[in-house]
């Protein structure tokens, strides 16, 4: 099978699944190897970019979806009526950065960094979903661990936890120490003075 072939059909299986789908569900269909596979994905995200197409093809983790160009994505709302994505407060942007750079970590510690009590921002972006519960830490009373999710890793177009922690900004907060962390704000009201966010692609 020839990689024009398997981008083909890599393309008509992420096409009609209409939402992501595993790596390994398109290597039991074309019993091609993990290397070929990566090869076509590669080849046809590449394709995609190239000729300016309204599609992109984006990878979360182990799956493969396409999804809109983020620069049409008013239109897309337009045409289908949907609702624009909310924007992100600023202090929800603060409790992503910390959780996004040291995750898994638990709510005191978010509050220590910030020098506030974030509990309003933390169920809030647990409701959105772009963070998650990760178990809880063995120490007395057990407190929840929190990590960003797939849907976080979508909406700001990173692959993974890893290509994550390759943010310059990211990495310069996991490397420095926590007491030297600056006290991001002196209130977390949880009011939503909204910060612009980047437009989302639309699965």
Same mark, same amino acid.
């Given at each position: +099978?020839?990689? %024009?072939?398997? +981008?083909? =059909?890599?393309?008509?299986? *992420?096409? /009609?699944?209409?939402?992501?789908?595993?790596?390994?569900?398109?290597?039991?269909?074309?019993?091609?190897?993990?290397?070929?596979?990566?090869?076509?994905?590669?080849?046809?995200? /590449?394709?995609?970019?190239?000729?300016?197409?309204?599609?992109?093809?984006?990878?979360?983790?182990?799956?493969? !979806?396409?999804?809109?160009?983020?620069?049409?994505?008013?239109? *897309?709302?337009?045409?289908?009526? +949907?609702?624009?994505?909310?924007?992100?407060?600023?202090?929800?942007?603060? $409790?992503?950065? =910390? *959780? @996004?750079?040291? %995750?898994?970590?638990?709510? @005191?510690? =978010?509050? %220590?960094?910030?020098?506030?009590?974030?509990?309003?921002?933390?169920?809030?972006?647990?409701?959105?979903?772009?963070?998650?519960?990760?178990?809880?830490?063995?120490?007395?009373?057990?407190?929840?661990?929190?990590?960003?999710? @797939?849907?976080?890793?979508?909406?700001?177009?990173?692959?993974?936890?890893? &290509?994550?922690? &390759?943010?310059?900004?990211?990495? !310069?907060?996991?490397? +420095?120490?926590?007491?030297?962390?600056?006290?991001?704000?002196?209130?977390?009201?949880? %009011?939503?003075?909204?910060?612009?966010?980047?437009?989302?692609? $639309?699965?």
């Amino acid at each position: +099978m020839t990689t %024009q072939e398997l +981008m083909s =059909i890599a393309e008509a299986i *992420v096409f /009609t699944a209409g939402e992501p789908v595993k790596r390994e569900r398109i290597l039991l269909a074309t019993e091609c190897t993990q290397a070929q596979l990566e090869e076509a994905l590669e080849a046809l995200k /590449t394709r995609y970019a190239l000729q300016n197409s309204g599609i992109r093809l984006s990878f979360v983790g182990d799956t493969v !979806a396409m999804c809109s160009a983020a620069e049409y994505a008013d239109y *897309v709302r337009r045409a289908l009526e +949907m609702t624009k994505a909310p924007s992100l407060s600023l202090p929800s942007l603060e $409790v992503l950065a =910390i *959780v @996004a750079a040291n %995750q898994p970590v638990t709510r @005191a510690y =978010i509050d %220590q960094v910030r020098g506030v009590d974030s509990a309003y921002t933390v169920s809030s972006l647990v409701e959105k979903g772009f963070i998650e519960e990760a178990g809880r830490l063995d120490v007395p009373g057990r407190p929840i661990l929190y990590q960003t999710s @797939a849907e976080f890793l979508r909406v700001f177009h990173v692959r993974d936890v890893e &290509e994550l922690l &390759e943010i310059p900004e990211i990495a !310069a907060l996991r490397a +420095m120490p926590q007491e030297d962390a600056p006290v991001l704000d002196k209130q977390d009201s949880g %009011q939503d003075n909204e910060v612009s966010a980047a437009d989302v692609p $639309v699965l």
